[in-house]
Every structure is written in C-alpha cells, then in structure tokens.
C-alpha cells in the first residue's frame, strides 16, 4: 500500500520569502513523485515529477523538490514567493505496475504582501 | 485541443434524485479517472478506467457507477443521490499503465446533494 502525508494544512509566507511544503511517503517499491497545485475553483496541474534520475527536480513557476529516500521525503521549496503562488498544493505517489496516483490532504500555501 | 472536459460545472440535487457527470478527452489516452475532493482530504478515486470496455473500483466506489464505451468518454452515474455525496468531482486521463505518466484535470463538477 502507498500512502503521502502533507505537514501542515496551511503554510504562510510574505512575499520574497522561501516556500518550503512538506510531503513524506511510504512506498514498498520505488516511488514515482509528483507535486500539483490547485488554484481557487481550477482542476489540478502538474508541478512537477520524480521517476528516475536525478533526485533534484526542476518544475513551472520557478519550483523544485528533491527526493530523498533515507528520509523517504520529497519536499516542495522555491526560493523567493510571488502572490500568484497561493493556491493548494498535492502530493501524491505512484510506482512501476500501478496506474493510479495516492494523493496527499493537500497544503494550502498563503502569500501575503 | 480541449484536454479533459466535464460538464456540468454545477449541480443540485435532491436526496433520491440521479444524474450523471460527463467527462470526455480528445488527447486519446487509454486511462482515465474519476476523483472526489473533499475540503481538507484531498482526492479519493473513484473508479477508473484502462480503456474501452474495462473499468475497475478505486477507493472510494459506493453509490457510482461508470462506463467506458468509447476512449474519449467517461461518464460517472450517481444513483439515488445522498448527503454524504457532496463533493467537487474531477475526472483525469493519462496516456499509459505506469505510474510515471502524467494525469491531466478537467475543472471539475461541484455538486451539492440537499
């Protein structure tokens, strides 16, 4: 069985400061790794994704998340928040052999100027 | 090219009434899905499909049902609707069986069951 958990439903930040979401997982098997966000009354979109490879990921809108499988992590940061950052944000895992996702509660990130 | 589609955008519904979520794609994916959204508990899968004619139950099945008579359309059949279905509903399509793929979004069908 997979299974995501987001620390923390809401995060809040000011504008210009760094975004870190959390996300932790558990996996029997390799994991394949995704972020989507959500914007206010919007379906979700992808961020970005880890499947194999370098364990650093570049994703839209200036975000990257590293894999960690010590710490079986694959935590959401980008450096400098804009306003137009504040959505929610998914975490959710998969692997070979299966074709369905497991997301996360979500994280509701807030910008304030 | 439209991506994945839903219709309606909203809906009420009485408790014991039916009715039936539309979702197409016109990017010919094989799989696609049917997601609720719940406030704080992310997504739940409903059911899902890996081509014409097969469909299997994901986590959350009771109270749908669904067909897939053809690549581009899935629709979600809710019988005798109830409370504990209001939901914001989301169907996505993917192209392939592994996890690796991409899933892409329609916007949603909010339904409020009174």
């Known amino acids: 069985a997979q299974s995501v958990t987001q620390l923390g439903s809401h995060v809040s930040v000011s504008e210009g400061a760094l975004v870190l979401l959390r996300c932790n997982y558990s996996?029997?098997?390799?994991?394949?790794l995704f972020w989507y966000v959500q914007y206010p009354n919007q379906g979700l979109q992808l961020l970005l994704k880890?499947?194999?490879?370098?364990?650093l990921v570049k994703g839209i809108n200036g975000f990257e998340a590293e894999f960690k499988k010590s710490e079986t992590s694959f935590h959401l940061t980008k450096p400098s928040a804009h306003m137009s950052d504040a959505a929610e944000y998914f975490c959710?895992?998969?692997?070979?052999?299966?074709?369905?996702?497991?997301f996360g509660k979500g994280t509701m990130l807030l910008v304030s100027p | 090219n439209a991506g994945v589609t839903q219709t309606p955008k909203f809906r009420i519904l009485k408790i014991g009434q039916s009715m039936t979520l539309q979702c197409t794609q016109d990017?010919?994916?094989?799989?696609m899905y049917w997601y609720r959204q719940d406030p704080g508990m992310g997504l739940k899968l409903i059911y899902y499909?890996?081509?014409?004619?097969?469909?299997d139950k994901g986590e959350v099945p009771n109270g749908y049902n669904v067909s897939r008579s053809t690549t581009e359309d899935f629709p979600l059949r809710l019988e005798l609707a109830a409370p504990s279905q209001t939901s914001v509903y989301f169907c996505?399509?993917?192209?392939?069986?592994?996890?690796?793929?991409?899933?892409?979004f329609g916007p949603g069908t909010r339904l409020t069951v009174t």
């Open positions: 880890y499947t194999t490879g370098a364990t």
């Open positions: 959710a895992v998969s692997s070979s052999g299966y074709s369905t996702l497991t």
């Open positions: 990017m010919n994916h094989n799989y």
């Open positions: 996505a399509s993917s192209w392939g069986q592994d996890g690796s793929y991409e899933q892409y």
């Open positions: 996996s029997s098997v390799p994991p394949y």
């Open positions: 499909s890996v081509g014409a004619g097969i469909t």
